[in-house]
């Protein structure tokens, strides 16, 4: 093949650390760029789609949460021009759950085959191809999930819901990638609900996103049409409040005008939403 066919790539290995001490990690994704004066050429993540790994090395990875971390890459990726800067961004924004591997440089006259060979290289495992799929408990996610539809539909409420809203409907930012869970519109407000994660510092760190980010939704929400926007975050009821991240996330929320409620509020929130939207004749 010759030489001036050839681009020169750097990737990383994007790497699940859930006990940073012990200096475990699996690997989890991998991220391909073709750095250029201007920014990138090309420039992708492919993200592992068998988790039976990470399950068996932390039974308390929330892999909803893992699974949603190559359309964040994505987005980071279309607002980035710096490639020295962008892996240590990215690791910040996971704060240290999720580890970048020192740069690695490579030839290839594709970068997507590059980036298939590599992802077969550094993600699959071929003694976890004859094993089962263990069965893995709900995330902390998926059970505050059911646990806010459960109360809605007991509270008859559940088919009015406006369900998985997009952020940037209202923002009018492509890149937005906040989505919340369940929205009512009631009169001049729209009250958001949403399930907030929070035993990991993954979590910790995205639940401090939505809640600096939602004033700014809010504020768009009310230019638009007028509309007061409420946001309720709801939490699990047994959480570690001597934990100064869960604290401080919890704080967030409070310090940008949202609610926090447990999901065992949820049955008397979901009445009086119910109670309200009867008396507007809904």
């Not at 009512?184 to 993954?202: C, D, H, I, K, M």
């Not at 009821?237 to 967030?252: C, M, Q, R, V």
Request: contains cysteine.
């Amino acid at each position: 093949m010759p030489m001036a066919d050839l681009k020169q790539l750097e990737f990383y290995v994007l790497r699940y650390v859930p006990y940073v001490v012990r200096e475990e990690f699996v690997n989890i994704g991998v991220l391909l760029l073709e750095p250029r004066a201007n920014g990138f050429g090309f420039a992708d993540v492919r993200m592992t789609n068998d988790w039976r790994r990470v399950y068996c090395h932390d039974r308390q990875a929330d892999i909803e949460v893992l699974q949603g971390v190559g359309a964040y890459i994505r987005m980071q990726l279309q607002h980035s021009e710096d490639v020295d800067l962008l892996p240590r961004k990215l690791e910040d924004s996971f704060a240290n759950l999720i580890q970048i591997s020192p740069r690695k440089v490579c030839l290839a006259v594709e970068p997507a085959r590059e980036l298939e060979a590599l992802s077969s290289i550094y993600l699959k495992d071929p003694q976890m191809q004859s094993l089962p799929a263990p069965a893995r408990p709900k995330s902390e996610h998926a059970m505050l999930l059911a646990g806010i539809e459960d109360a809605l539909t007991r509270a008859g409420i559940w088919a009015l819901r406006k369900e998985k809203v997009p952020a940037a409907q209202y923002t009018k930012k492509n890149g937005d990638r906040l989505v919340f869970d369940f929205g009512y519109v009631l009169g001049s407000e729209v009250r958001f609900f949403q399930a907030v994660p929070l035993r990991t510092n993954f979590n910790q760190v995205m639940a401090v996103n939505i809640a600096h980010h939602f004033p700014k939704v809010a504020d768009c929400i009310h230019a638009e049409n007028g509309t007061r926007a409420l946001l309720t975050a709801v939490v699990a009821g047994d959480l570690d409040h001597t934990n100064p991240d869960i604290e401080f996330a919890l704080d967030a929320f409070k310090d940008n005008n949202a609610s926090v409620v447990t999901v065992a509020d949820m049955p008397s929130i979901a009445d009086r939403t119910r109670q309200d939207l009867t008396a507007m004749g809904r």
